[in-house]
């Protein structure tokens, strides 16, 4: 089992920054990939940044550039500093840990934590 709770989320103007905490505990040694998603209302939940266990990291195509994924293995600790945020921006943010078994995908989640940008 892996507990994942996140933290920072809040209100903030657009063009201004947050950035989010996911701390991982338990059984993380076998962590494959971690991530950040986020659930719009009446939208389907996307991937907005991940980072690979070899230190790949992959950004969606609207964070690009503004968004930066990070983890500090020592603290078992995953980040997502997001600058210039826009109001599209604004999502319940989940943090995701998941391994493999072969060919299938097992999945820990956050509870999640609202970010709302608005002036």
């Known amino acids: 089992q892996v507990q994942l709770v996140e933290s920072g989320g809040g209100l903030v103007q657009p063009g201004g920054s947050l950035r989010l905490s996911c701390a991982a505990s338990?059984?993380?040694?076998?962590?494959?990939?971690m991530g950040w998603y986020r659930q719009a209302p009446g939208k389907q939940r996307e991937l907005v940044a991940g980072?690979?266990?070899?230190?790949?990291?992959n950004y969606a195509d609207s964070v690009k550039g503004r968004f930066t994924i990070s983890r500090d293995n020592a603290k078992n600790t995953l980040y997502l500093q997001m600058n210039s945020l826009k109001p599209e921006d604004t999502a319940v943010y989940y943090c995701?840990?998941?391994?493999?078994?072969?060919?299938?995908?097992?999945?820990?989640w956050g509870q999640g934590t609202q970010v709302t940008v608005s002036s």
């Open positions: 995701n840990a998941y391994y493999r078994v072969l060919s299938t995908r097992y999945d820990y």
């Open positions: 338990g059984s993380i040694s076998n962590i494959y990939a």
């Open positions: 980072i690979f266990s070899g230190g790949k990291v």
